[in-house]
């Protein structure tokens, strides 16, 4: 084994095809440098160019290229400094004449075990820049990639975002879920906005995401919710699932406990449970499908018959209702009819002609329109079962069913 396997697979070339052509250690030995384990490439064209008394010149491969991994594992280490990170991977470019002529000699030499010279940059400076920063490599999840253009000298870092996983409540019905730019300026800033570039003057993300920035010093944000609440819509009980997302962090390590403070000090939002997490949770956050519980009040025509309307309630708990796409919706929805089931309905208090009810929904549940109908677009609804048109005043979130 060992060395023997590199010379039993260059034992398989025919090195007389490189006439006139000269090759460096490295450029030699990564003909078969998938041959043996635990030598360098160098290594093992030492090893070739002893064996078959291969000459010595300027390679014909690389052109001097592979002399200067110290200096590209110089200028990582620099662009790397201002940067918090437990874990890189290095990536390259090379000129497209180096891997043309690499490839062509591959197949000139039928070379079976060749490793591109790509693999050895990455490899080499890799080596040379976890030893310098005493960072390690992470090939599935680096925290930043370095990216090293060998034509250009010139190192482009690839950040990995941050991601934290937290429960917010949502306690104003004047704010959004998630920064709502203003759609006739793109955020700009115009009269339709008040020079805002947005809709709102902040939302839970903003809220979540201000102090989390000033730790990091990300570049932008991003909530991704378990679903959204309208905006005139509270989010209370136990709160609603996000990760947020930061971009760019300058610094990884975040000091949750100011987080919490900062936003439960808002009187706007409050959050809990916040850790850190991964871009996996937000795909599985996406892709819940968790029933939620509402309270809503809502107020009739006509004062309360609290024996008929409980009998409504008691058709419509348990119902599995049709509802075409509501008109309050349908400037970006699709028309279409979904099916969803009301898991229970119930009724908290009635006065006058107004009533708070309790509702359980599948997720994806129109609950506005389960309750007033929508002018018939949902089947059954309360008001057609209590045959009493009434409108919804407010329509509050107080259960997320994602804990099971
Ligand atoms: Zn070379
Ligand atoms: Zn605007």
């Given at each position: 084994m060992g060395i023997d396997a590199v010379l039993a697979a260059a034992q398989a070339i025919d090195w007389s095809l490189l006439g006139e052509r000269t090759l460096c250690?490295?450029?030699?030995?990564?003909?078969?440098?998938?041959?043996?384990?635990?030598?360098?490439?160098?290594?093992?064209?030492?090893?070739i160019r002893n064996a078959y008394g291969l000459p010595d010149g300027p390679c014909?491969?690389?052109?001097?290229?592979?002399?200067?991994?110290?200096?590209?594992?110089?200028?990582?280490?620099?662009?790397?400094?201002?940067?918090?990170?437990?874990?890189?991977?290095?990536?390259?470019?090379?000129?497209?004449?180096?891997?043309?002529r690499e490839e062509g000699l591959w197949a000139e030499l039928r070379a079976a075990h060749a490793e591109p010279i790509k693999a050895e940059i990455n490899r080499e400076v890799g080596k040379l820049v976890a030893a310098r920063t005493g960072k390690e490599v992470d090939f599935l999840r680096p925290d930043i990639a370095g990216l090293v253009d060998t034509q250009y000298d010139v190192v482009e870092l690839e950040v990995a975002p941050l991601f934290l996983y937290g429960r917010y409540r949502k306690l104003s019905r004047d704010i959004p879920q998630t920064r709502w730019p203003c759609r006739r300026c793109r955020g700009k800033g115009c009269d339709h906005c008040g020079g805002r570039?947005?809709?709102?003057?902040?939302?839970?993300e903003e809220i979540v995401a201000a102090e989390v920035m000033k730790q990091t010093g990300g570049s932008g944000h991003a909530l991704h919710g378990m679903g959204r609440e309208d905006v005139d819509a509270l989010m209370l009980g136990n709160g609603r699932p996000f990760v947020l997302e930061i971009s760019r962090p300058k610094q990884r390590t975040v000091d949750l406990a100011p987080v919490t403070e900062?936003?439960?000090?808002?009187?706007?939002?409050?959050v809990e449970g916040l850790r850190h997490s991964s871009r996996e949770e937000v795909v599985a956050i996406k892709e819940d499908r968790a029933d939620k519980t509402?309270?809503?009040?809502?107020?009739?025509?006509?004062?309360?018959?609290?024996?008929?309307?409980?009998?409504?309630?008691?058709a419509l708990a348990g119902a599995r209702i049709a509802q075409r796409t509501p008109v309050r919706v349908s400037h970006r929805r699709a028309d279409l009819v979904r099916e969803r089931v009301l898991r229970d309905v119930s009724l908290v208090e009635a006065e006058g002609r107004e009533a708070i009810l309790l509702v359980t929904a599948e997720a994806g549940t129109?609950?506005?329109?389960?309750?007033?109908?929508?002018?018939?677009?949902?089947?059954?609804?309360?008001?057609?079962?209590?045959?009493?048109?009434?409108?919804?005043?407010?329509?509050?979130v107080v259960r997320i069913h994602d804990e099971g």
């Amino acid at each position: 084994m060992g060395i023997d396997a590199v010379l039993a697979a260059a034992q398989a070339i025919d090195w007389s095809l490189l006439g006139e052509r000269t090759l460096c250690d490295a450029c030699l030995g990564r003909l078969v440098g998938k041959a043996g384990h635990g030598f360098a490439n160098a290594e093992r064209g030492r090893a070739i160019r002893n064996a078959y008394g291969l000459p010595d010149g300027p390679c014909w491969v690389c052109g001097g290229l592979l002399k200067e991994i110290p200096k590209f594992a110089d200028l990582v280490v620099a662009k790397l400094e201002t940067w918090d990170y437990r874990t890189f991977l290095i990536g390259s470019k090379v000129d497209p004449e180096i891997t043309n002529r690499e490839e062509g000699l591959w197949a000139e030499l039928r070379a079976a075990h060749a490793e591109p010279i790509k693999a050895e940059i990455n490899r080499e400076v890799g080596k040379l820049v976890a030893a310098r920063t005493g960072k390690e490599v992470d090939f599935l999840r680096p925290d930043i990639a370095g990216l090293v253009d060998t034509q250009y000298d010139v190192v482009e870092l690839e950040v990995a975002p941050l991601f934290l996983y937290g429960r917010y409540r949502k306690l104003s019905r004047d704010i959004p879920q998630t920064r709502w730019p203003c759609r006739r300026c793109r955020g700009k800033g115009c009269d339709h906005c008040g020079g805002r570039g947005k809709m709102y003057e902040t939302s839970v993300e903003e809220i979540v995401a201000a102090e989390v920035m000033k730790q990091t010093g990300g570049s932008g944000h991003a909530l991704h919710g378990m679903g959204r609440e309208d905006v005139d819509a509270l989010m209370l009980g136990n709160g609603r699932p996000f990760v947020l997302e930061i971009s760019r962090p300058k610094q990884r390590t975040v000091d949750l406990a100011p987080v919490t403070e900062a936003v439960n000090h808002s009187g706007l939002a409050e959050v809990e449970g916040l850790r850190h997490s991964s871009r996996e949770e937000v795909v599985a956050i996406k892709e819940d499908r968790a029933d939620k519980t509402y309270r809503a009040r809502i107020r009739f025509a006509t004062p309360v018959d609290v024996a008929k309307l409980k009998g409504a309630i008691a058709a419509l708990a348990g119902a599995r209702i049709a509802q075409r796409t509501p008109v309050r919706v349908s400037h970006r929805r699709a028309d279409l009819v979904r099916e969803r089931v009301l898991r229970d309905v119930s009724l908290v208090e009635a006065e006058g002609r107004e009533a708070i009810l309790l509702v359980t929904a599948e997720a994806g549940t129109y609950v506005k329109e389960a309750l007033h109908g929508d002018a018939g677009r949902t089947e059954p609804s309360l008001a057609g079962l209590y045959g009493t048109p009434c409108e919804v005043l407010a329509l509050d979130v107080v259960r997320i069913h994602d804990e099971g």
